[in-house]
Structures are given as C-alpha cells and as structure tokens.
C-alpha cells in the first residue's frame, strides 16, 4: 500500500467487547480492518467479555483500553499499512462509561513519548483517578435515579430537560454514586471523561471536553438549552464550579465539526501517523450509527434483534419518558430518537415454536405463512405479546389478547386465545410495528394526506402522549432501514414496513461495522469540511457519497395496508391502558 497516495480515514469503534478500527478511502470503501478482543488478546485483565459483573455492578478496566489502543495500531502497522497516509481519525465508544482521571492526567497526556514506553506504562496509575469505568450494563444505581427524577419532578420532567428520565447506566447518576459512596475518588478525580471523550484525548495527547452528542447520555445535559442543567449537576456537587470543573463543561457542541487537534506525536512517532493527522471528536455508538447511513430527517433506522430499536433522525425535540433523544452528532437543529423495547425476537420464537408444536425446529415456515396470509381476518383483533418486562410501554411481562369493535376501535371483550394460534403470528408483528409506528409519529415532520377520517376526534393516549387519533394518520416516515437478525426474515420485514409506512422506500442491510463506519464517515466528512474541500451538509454529503448498492431495496410503501392499520390504534391504546 506504501507509495499510493490515497487518503485515509480512520474510525475507531470502542465497545463492550472489542476495538476495531476502520480505515476508508475518499470512496467510501474499507480499504483496511482490525480488531483487539479484550477477553481474548488481554487475559490477564479476567474480565468476562470485556467486564466485571459483580452483582449489579458492572464496569470495566481502563488500563485495558489503554493498552488496546497501542495493540490496534501495532496490528496496522505489523500489516503493513501505511498509517502516514491517514488524514483524519474520529469514531464511537460504547455509550455512559465515565472515566475518572487525575490531576496529573493532562500533563501526561502532553509528555506522551514513544521512546518510554507504551500508553500503559506512561498513563497508569498516575492519570487514573479510578481503575475502572462503569459500563453500560451496569445497573446499581436505582437510589440516585430516584434522587435525579425526585429532584425536578419525575421521570417525565427528567426527560424533557435532559432527553432521557433516569436511568442505571445514564453517566451522572452514575457519578452521584461514586461521589456518595466513594468520596476520596471523587475528590481526587479532576476530570471525569466519557468513553468518547477519553479516548478522543488519548489519541490527541491533550484532555479534551465531552462530545455534545453523547453528553446527552448522562440525565446531566439540558437537551433544549444545550448546557449542563444546575440543579442536576448540585445533586453531584454542591459547587457548581467544581463539578463544571471536572467535566469539562462545556461540551463540544455539535453543529459544525470541531477539529480538537493533530494526532499526539506519541503516535505520530511509533507509528508513524503524519503529524499533521487531524482528530475529530468521538461520539456514542448509537449514535455513530445513524452517521454510518444516509439518514436524513423523517427517515427511521430499524434494528430486529433480540429486542428491537429505533434510531431516527428529527427535528423535533418531543422528549418522553419511554425514549431517548440526543442531540444530532453531525447535523445541526436535529436530534436522534432512540426507542428501545425489550421484547422483539424472543417474544416471536415463543409463538412461532408454539405455531410448530415444538421448540425445537426454529422453522419460520408456518409462522411466515400465517402472517402473510390476507385472508386470515384478523381485523377485529389485537394482542401484546410481552413475555419480559417491556419498557415501552413501562409494564411488567404480560400477554393480553382483546377483540374489539371495528367501528369505534373500542375493545369489546378480552380473550384468553385468538381462534387460531396462526392468528397470534399476525397480531404479534402488527402490534410491535404499530407500537412503533405510533411512537415515532410525533418524531416526524413528513405529512401526507390523510385517507382516512373516521373517528379521528378521538382522543388516543400512548404513554405521556395523548393526541388526537388524527396527529397519526398524516405521519409517515420518509425511508426505512431495516438491520438485525430478523430483518433477514422476508415476511416479518414486509410486515413492519407496511405498517411503519415509509413513503420512499424499504431497505434492508448487514451491518457488522456500522458503529465503525460511522466514524470513519465523520472523520472524512469533518476534515473535508474543516478544510473547505465541501461545504455540504454531513446528511447530504453521504447520500451522495454512499454507496446505495451495498443496501437491498425491500419493497415500496403499500398505502392501503399502511391506512388500513388506522383501525387498529384506538384499539392498541385502549389495549395498553388496561396493562
Ligand atoms: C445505549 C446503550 C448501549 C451502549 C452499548 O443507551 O446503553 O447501546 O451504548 O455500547
């Protein structure tokens, strides 16, 4: 590769439990790829797919990371790959982690030197005030939830100002709890870093602040201000100023991008990056993810796993308790929705193994047959299928199948099985994707003529929402992505797609690296920018750019289907009212 003179960029994809890190072309294409595995290349750290569980704490070593970082660009260079050639570095951490650093922290970070070996044995101990991180699965900190919802009025009030109401993982609840119960490490602590933004740092050989973005992950950001909230930040500490202090407020806003600096000559030198290699703030891996597709405003990211997720991009800030919005990592005036429910495939596999008598098979045959089947009327019918505890709506695990009058969608009976067990197959998928399709409705902005009046004075009310049926008949999103497991699944994707009504098209794609990616598309789009070589927008710049040949076209809109589900909204918000 030595002697070409392409340019590189570069995206690192730090999470749970593994770096990679991509290298793209101008083109778009990976021209190069590397992976660390903590569990399996840093043994000596005995975490378990790179954490430790201990009860419900769950966090990781940094120290680990740190070593991570050397052994990625050691395997580039051992390739062969020419990193002087790398014009940009950007990328993505796994989300919430708070890294806890020292006073001497930022003056070893500027001496970084590649003759006195590598980033551990500069960094650690010295510039950790902490050795450990809580990751994102930790969940040890319902007292400080409490005591963030409690301060400003609940949950709801919570996820107004700061996106988000309170969760475990959310990066100041988390630190209110090392402030209470470990307060020699927070009075040590001079600066407390996002994954993110650490390993931004690290790379740039300087403390650099929190990436706006993903410091909407914390329950600590006004969201709408787009300033860390006061009466948050006292419950951590009374001195305003010194918490400010620590995390480096303010964040690096999101707008335009913002180039932190040249690579640290520690990695210019013993790897030999050009010392003019540009980094450009890391964000969360959500949301990179919604950087490594065209997404423009009005268009949703679909992922059918194991639970299933919404990623969309909006300009509405139309916060809830039940969802997530973040500040948009490269496109001003907008945010990213995040809506997350626990039960997605497992809830399906438990139908369809009662569809085939056994739970053995896993064949989709009579589960796929039974929900494309029209004529299987199922018109007067709706269910949820919540075999764990779900978070939207916020209800314990429960099945619950009802009938209900066509006309005014209201429920006339419950019942305790449908006529068919095929029947379930169809009214599982409707209702997921019609509970979603119902949750991302007043995300949108995309109108189109309703064909369908009736009953639209009728008031509908789904979590904290309550709107008038008519708000959902003239919001459809633009385009739709299908990712994830069952999105392989033809009958399951056509299903969702006809309900979620996207009005330009169905997609369907692999994405190992999309958290990667979308770095790497920063990191290029961002030095172009920077360097006046583009003065496109990031949305705009990628679907030029992309390459829309990698992505499957599903199907088009099919508005009959998409209307004909009008009918079954009263009865779903009836339906959860009951839950
Ligand atoms: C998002 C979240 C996870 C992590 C995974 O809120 O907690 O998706 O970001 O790394």
Known sequence: MTGSQESYYLGFDLSTQQLKCLAINKELKIVHSETVDFERDFPQYKTTKGVYIRGDVIDCPVAMWLEAIDLIFAKFSKSGFDLSLVKAISGSCQQHGSVYLSGAADGLLKSLNANKGSLFDQLVPEALARE????????????????????????????????????????????????????????????????????ASVLSGSLTALEEADACGMNLYDVAKREFDDKLLSLIDKDKTTIEKKLLAPPIKCDKPVRLSSISSYFAEKYGFSPDCSIFPFTGDNLATICSLPLKKNDVLVSLGTSTTILLVTEQYHPSADYHLFIHPTMPNSYMGMICYCNGSLAREKIRDELNGNETSRDWTLFNEALSDDSLANEDEIGVYFPLGEIVPSVEATYKRAKFDPKSGEITKFVDSFE????????????????????????LSSTVSPANTKNQDLTVKFDYDEFPLSEYFHKRPNKAFFVGGASKNNAIVKKFAQVIGATQGNYRLETPNSCALGGCYKALWSDLFYSKQTTLHYDQFLNERFPWDDLEYVCDSDDGAWNAYNNKIVPLSRLEATL
């Open 420 to 443: 068919d067990k095929k029947h379930d197959a169809k009214n599982i998928v409707e209702s997921q994707a019609l509970s979603c399709r119902v949750r991302i409705s007043p995300l």
């Open 132 to 199: 450990t991180a809580p990751n994102w699965q930790d969940h040890s900190t319902g007292k400080q939830c409490e005591e963030f919802q409690n301060a400003v009025g609940g949950p709801q009030e919570l996820a107004k100002i700061t996106g988000s109401r309170a969760h475990f993982r959310f990066t100041g609840t988390q630190i209110l709890k090392i402030a209470e119960e470990e307060p020699e490490v927070y009075a040590n602590t001079k600066a407390i870093a996002l994954v993110s933004s650490f390993v």
